[in-house]
């Protein structure tokens, strides 16, 4: 594989002394952040002027000779760059016709970190062997004890500084080589609700693999969680404390997903040589069913939504674009070949894998009955049909490549069309 970007993150355990260091640099990014804002709307209010990033960094210097600025150069202008980033996204909003809100001020508790864009500006690595653990670099803190592990050795480039419920990390982004093994089935898995994936494969019989429901396993804790938080006044001390114990749960559940989705994909990467599934579109998936007027009486009948409220708690409960990323990457760390069905024409839960026969059947219907004889689970059939479809594709991309090669070399020259312009470089 070619060079690529890891982003391994690093838990840093800062001295009381560096943490009270690390603690006023988040505040003087956060008071940059605001003032930059501001400047910004004050010049077009008063003047009708547009500030630039390169307007605004200009303004910069003189500010960090006068008074005692405490952040390093480039620091401050990748948070500068973070309020151009805000305006840039405000306006492209603005020209789709959607309705986003102006860039906002933020408060300690939306501000949570800064970038430092150049290794040995303002930080440096200084990891153990292999790039685990160690120590990070910081100007104006010194250096902080880190632990954590950068799968793939390279160099280090950029490093954001994060403090998420009271804990401080440290994002590297690394340019590195990734390599990864693969094996040798050839691999199609359906996505699912109550199992998290069934994998059919040319060489075994389908196997589900177990949906963990980490939402599910903790939802009772965490409505305990919201009940005591909202029995105290907002924004006083025990609501406070309260508050960041339903963060701290909440971020429990997305790091066992997290962990999960990581090593299921590497689990089936380290099997498979092509890899099929469907295109997933999490966010149609879980939309709210639609209100039924009743024409006569003119109030509504039941549609489903609470129902659909559980089904969608449960999909975005298994996370499958999270998921689906992750093993995208990994297949290509591995040189997999990683292909998607289109889901809406292949019609995956509908058709039957052996006579190819499309018969729509309701979600709760879990056995699949075809009048050709065919009868299995319903996850099951799906991902045996996604399997026909994928070496059905591969082949035909396959052939047509070979035919187009053959094409071009025995019938082009007499046509006079070995003078047609090159397909660009992806
Ligand atoms: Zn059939």
Not at 405 to 414: D, T, V
Request: proline share 6%.
């Amino acid at each position: 594989m070619d060079t690529a970007n890891r982003r391994p993150t690093y838990r840093l355990y800062p001295t009381p002394a560096q943490e009270q260091a690390l603690t006023a640099q988040l505040e003087a990014h956060r008071l940059l952040y605001n003032a930059a804002l501001e400047q910004r709307r004050a010049a077009w209010s008063r003047q009708r002027v547009t500030l630039s990033y390169a307007d605004q960094c200009r303004d910069l210097t003189p500010l960090r000779q006068s008074e005692d600025c405490p952040l390093p150069a480039q620091a401050a202008q990748s948070t500068l760059k973070r309020v151009q980033l805000a305006f840039e996204a405000f306006f492209r909003r603005l020209k789709a016709g959607q309705t986003p809100g102006y860039p906002r001020f933020k408060s300690r508790r939306r501000f949570h970190g800064w970038t430092y864009p150049t290794h040995g500006d303002g930080w440096r690595l200084l990891p153990r062997e292999g790039m685990q653990h160690g120590r990070v670099r910081l100007a104006g803190v010194g250096h902080v004890r880190m632990r954590g592990d950068a799968r793939t050795l390279g160099t280090p480039k950029t490093c954001t500084i994060v403090c998420r419920h009271g804990k401080w990390y440290a994002s590297v982004v690394i340019a590195c080589q990734p390599v990864r093994s693969h094996g040798t089935e050839t691999m199609a898995f359906d996505w699912g609700v109550e199992t998290f994936a069934t994998l059919a494969s040319l060489e075994e019989t389908p196997q589900p693999v177990a949906n963990p429901r980490f939402f599910g396993a903790s939802e009772a804790k965490l409505q305990a969680a919201y009940r005591a938080r909202d029995r105290k006044r907002q924004c006083s001390h025990g609501w406070r404390l309260a508050n960041r114990r339903v963060a701290q749960i909440h971020s429990t559940i997305a790091r066992q997903r997290l962990d999960f989705h990581h090593k299921q994909a590497a689990a089936m990467i380290d099997s498979a040589t092509v890899v099929i599934t469907e295109q997933l579109q999490t966010a149609n998936m879980s939309r709210r069913p639609k209100p039924k007027p009743d024409e006569s009486t003119g109030q509504f009948l039941p549609n489903g939504a609470a129902s659909k409220a559980g089904l969608n708690k449960a999909i975005l409960d298994s996370a499958p674009t999270q998921f689906l990323g992750i093993l995208r990457y990994k297949a290509a760390e591995a040189g997999v070949v990683y292909v998607e069905a289109p889901t809406r024409a292949l019609k995956p839960s509908q058709r039957c894998h052996a006579c190819w026969t499309v018969a729509p059947k309701p979600l709760h219907q879990r056995w699949h009955i075809c009048a050709c004889g065919a009868s299995c689970g319903r996850d099951e059939n799906s991902a045996r049909v996604l399997l026909v479809w994928g070496v059905r594709h591969i082949l035909s991309v396959f052939l047509a490549t070979l035919w187009l090669r053959q094409w071009s070399q025995e019938l082009a020259p007499g046509l006079g069309l070995q003078n047609l312009p090159r397909e660009p470089k992806a």
